[in-house]
């Protein structure tokens, strides 16, 4: 287990030096530069054998019933979000709740990659595989979506087309690789993309969570194309898929947390980070303290922010 202290954090994402270990944690000490991910693994389960660990229950990590609670203040447990949480000086969790990082990666950005960019970069790279050469859209360009359009450039698509109801993120989504955008307030995404394409991208990825949105990624999507879901569509959501679609070979998928296991993909992105390949700093709309959350949730609420660091020395 581990106590981080004075991490850099955004949303559940955060990043931190260790201050302390648990009698039985063998593979991390006192002064490591850690990632955390809500991603926990067993190592044991079919779904970590056979190369799916991002999708283990992590039930090894949590407290059983009628053990004591890792965390308490006055008598009363104390709820971590997604057993990892943030917003706090120090965090204590599992140890494979995090991956050690080089202590050359700066910890704020590094914040960055623990969920927002492995979701987008890694539903790229490791489930959608995207081909030098071929054509990729995104819908929705706030941190996943940003982190897709990376992805799509790092892998070599010939174009890249963003899409955002929201004008002002455009022109990062530019700067992060995108060839076209639409601003999707005022143009139909769908016949957008298939004007622009002539026909389809071979891949788009939607990044916003919507049944709409979902729909429509199918729905641009060229014969023998694939549609990859990549945002959090509340419980209970459902969308419609044309049929018909399917007939010429489209597909449609989803992917988590990147689709590949964190302790591979942080320091895999960390080095695209420092060789320049993957832009981050970028993608950092503003860098608060703790006492302006409730005015960063709000600006998140309203689609005018991209990622916002908490930093608690700020």
């Given at each position: 287990?581990?106590?981080?202290?004075?991490?850099?954090?955004?949303?559940?994402?955060?990043?931190?030096?260790?201050?302390?270990?648990?009698?039985?944690?063998?593979?991390?000490?006192?002064?490591?530069?850690?990632?955390?991910?809500?991603?926990?693994?067993?190592?044991?389960?079919?779904?970590?054998?056979?190369?799916r660990s991002y999708l283990c229950s992590g039930v090894h990590s949590?407290?059983?019933?009628?053990?004591?609670?890792?965390?308490?203040?006055?008598?009363?447990?104390?709820?971590?979000f997604l057993s990892?949480?943030?917003?706090?000086?120090?965090?204590?969790?599992?140890?494979?709740?995090?991956?050690?990082?080089?202590?050359?990666?700066?910890?704020?950005?590094?914040?960055?990659?623990?969920c927002g960019v492995t979701t987008g970069l890694g539903a790229?790279?490791?489930?959608?595989?995207?081909?030098?050469?071929?054509?990729?859209?995104?819908?929705?360009?706030?941190?996943?979506?940003?982190?897709?359009?990376?992805?799509?450039?790092?892998?070599?698509?010939?174009?890249?087309?963003?899409?955002?109801?929201?004008?002002?993120?455009?022109?990062?989504?530019?700067?992060?690789g995108a060839t076209d955008v639409i601003d999707a307030s005022d143009t139909n995404a769908v016949t957008g993309i298939l004007e622009l394409t002539g026909g389809g991208v071979d891949h788009c990825l939607e990044a916003v969570g919507g049944a709409v949105t979902a729909a429509a990624a199918l729905e641009t999507l060229t014969v023998g194309g694939t549609a990859t879901i990549i945002g959090l569509m509340p419980a209970g959501k459902t969308f419609p898929v044309q049929g018909r679609l399917l007939l010429d070979d489209r597909t449609l998928q989803g992917s988590y947390m990147g689709?590949?296991?964190?302790?591979?993909?942080?320091?895999?992105?960390?080095?695209?980070?420092?060789?320049?390949?993957?832009?981050?700093?970028?993608?950092?709309?503003?860098?608060i303290g703790l006492a302006d959350i409730d005015q960063a949730f709000t600006a998140m609420e309203q689609g005018n922010t991209l990622r916002d660091l908490v930093v608690f020395n700020h």
């Open positions: 287990m581990f106590d981080i202290p004075r991490p850099t954090i955004l949303g559940h994402e955060s990043a931190g030096i260790v201050i302390e270990v648990g009698s039985e944690v063998q593979d991390f000490a006192a002064g490591d530069h850690v990632i955390t991910c809500l991603a926990t693994f067993c190592g044991k389960c079919d779904r970590c054998l056979n190369g949590l407290r059983h019933e009628g053990q004591n609670p890792r965390l308490h203040r006055d008598g009363h447990e104390v709820h971590q990892v949480s943030s917003f706090a000086e120090q965090l204590l969790v599992h140890e494979s709740a995090a991956v050690r990082i080089t202590k050359d990666m700066p910890l704020d950005l590094a914040a960055l990659l623990g790229v790279l490791n489930k959608a595989r995207v081909r030098p050469g071929q054509t990729v859209a995104v819908i929705g360009c706030g941190g996943i979506g940003l982190s897709a359009i990376q992805g799509a450039r790092l892998s070599g698509a010939s174009r890249i087309i963003a899409v955002d109801t929201s004008a002002d993120k455009l022109p990062i989504a530019a700067l992060m689709s590949q296991n964190f302790r591979v993909a942080m320091p895999t992105y960390v080095d695209m980070y420092l060789d320049g390949r993957l832009l981050l700093e970028e993608m950092v709309s503003s860098r």
